[in-house]
């Protein structure tokens, strides 16, 4: 559960995260996204050709584990996921970014990230409109300008609709969208996908786990097997939570795998400042290792809200997961 960013903040999650001077949030901040694009860092590798099956490879998770960032700076200045990549020893294979409803698709960035070797997973989040909108067609122009952005770019690309909706912060959340309403608008966008022939598309849905609310039932909001191909996860090991891997994720994964078998990546996590941080990391990482159909996870890499759940300026944490991730078996997105 993230505070929302502002929006100058959500388009660059992904890549600049690894600065030192890097801001991060409190769990579930999600950030608005700049129009603006540096020119900093460019491409150290171009890709010639993309293989005929990667998505499909891709998404049941044949090729290995996903460790992944999120944090501010744009796409195409890969030097801060560089430099994060430099202080733990290996290289992010996936890069997060969050994407306000009505903003372009930033195909810059997806192909930069895919450049430097790693997959470009957003989340849209659906601010300044309703998911009802959406699910009566109100955006269908703007849902299929941005598919057809999405199949031009001819990459694999995630993508996360209204993520955390069985939560009650954001506004497709539970005090003004019906679990109905939901799962009409994802079909709904993927169906304009579809039409538009954006099949490079991974698609991600992300609700929060239920320790925050527990009487909310996460099937009547799952859509269907044939609408989606991972399951994310946001969950963070906070001083006043669970601190293992299970206790933060079990009860959830428990839950949903009532009604499908779709892989688990951990769309969203971290680890607070505290006595546990240390096991806490390592539970982590040993967690998305050797739990079956979990993927890998995503690190929320900001300093937000009072809260700093960065890697770079916690050496205890950054040491910890360096050690961990050592024997992460990483997938090769491009092979």
């Not at 299970?246 to 006595?275: H, L, S, W, Y």
């Not at 890998?296 to 050496?315: A, C, L, M, Q, T």
């Amino acid at each position: 559960m993230r505070p929302r960013l502002t929006p100058p903040l959500l388009a660059g999650l992904l890549l600049g995260l690894l600065l030192a001077g890097c801001s991060l949030s409190a769990p579930g901040s999600d950030s608005g996204g700049s129009a603006k694009r540096p020119q900093t860092a460019q491409p150290s590798a171009r890709v010639t050709g993309v293989p005929p099956n990667l998505v499909r490879d891709l998404a049941a998770g044949a090729r290995g584990k996903f460790l992944g960032i999120e944090a501010p700076g744009e796409p195409e200045s890969l030097t801060p996921l560089i430099a994060l990549a430099a202080s733990i020893g290996r290289q992010p294979n996936l890069a997060g970014q969050y994407v306000e409803w009505g903003s372009s698709f930033d195909a810059a960035g997806a192909a930069a990230a895919w450049n430097y070797g790693a997959l470009y997973y957003m989340a849209w989040e659906p601010f300044g409109t309703s998911v009802q909108a959406i699910a009566g067609g109100a955006s269908d122009a703007y849902i299929s300008g941005f598919a057809r952005a999405v199949r031009a770019l001819g990459l694999p690309v995630a993508i996360s609709f209204g993520h955390e909706m069985n939560g009650n912060w954001y506004p497709w959340g539970t005090q003004q969208t019906t679990p109905a309403e939901f799962v009409a608008a994802w079909r709904h966008i993927h169906a304009l996908f579809a039409k538009a022939g954006a099949t490079n598309v991974i698609w991600v849905w992300n609700p929060n786990i239920i320790n925050p609310m527990p009487q909310v039932a996460l099937r009547p909001y799952w859509p269907g097997n044939s609408y989606v191909n991972w399951v994310g996860l946001t969950g963070y090991f906070a001083l006043t939570g669970p601190q293992t891997f299970d206790g933060v994720f079990g009860p959830t994964m428990e839950e949903i795998r009532k009604f499908t078998a779709r892989p688990f990546i951990i769309a969203e996590t971290a680890v607070e400042t505290g006595p546990d941080e240390g096991p806490s990391t390592l539970s982590l990482v040993e967690g998305a290792t050797h739990t079956p159909g979990v993927l890998g996870f995503i690190w929320f890499d900001f300093d937000k809200n009072g809260v700093d759940w960065r890697i770079e300026s916690r050496p205890q944490v950054r040491a910890d997961l360096a050690t961990a991730i050592a024997r992460l078996t990483l997938a090769n997105v491009h092979q």
